[in-house]
């Protein structure tokens, strides 16, 4: 798996939600799933962060317009 283009997915990803107060942290990739880690500490609004569901979406399309191997991102998310 391509580090350079994960990085920039994820990079994107941290953007949209840096938008609401929170970041999102790359944890591994494995098998052609992408694991990820929902941080809220800085967020004035928890909630106001989309749900975990929509994150994910939205991460594997970022993710797999850029690596083709990837099938699946999932999120751990502070708020379940």
């Known amino acids: ?3 350079a283009l994960l990085d920039e997915a ?4 941290r953007a949209l939600v840096a938008l609401d107060g929170g970041d999102v942290e790359f944890v591994s990739a494995a098998e ?5 880690r929902l941080i809220l500490e800085g967020a004035e609004c928890r909630e106001c962060v989309m749900p975990k569901e929509f994150l994910e979406q939205i991460a594997l399309d970022m993710v797999t317009t850029r690596l083709g191997e ?3 991102v999932t999120i751990d ?4």
Do not use: I
Not at 32 to 36: H, I, K, N, S
Not at 77 to 80: A, K, L, T, V, Y
């Open 70 to 72: 990837v099938s699946a």
């Open 1 to 3: 798996m391509d580090q």
């Open 32 to 36: 052609g799933t992408v694991a990820l």
């Open 10 to 13: 994820v990079g994107e990803l």
């Open 77 to 80: 998310d502070p708020r379940e």
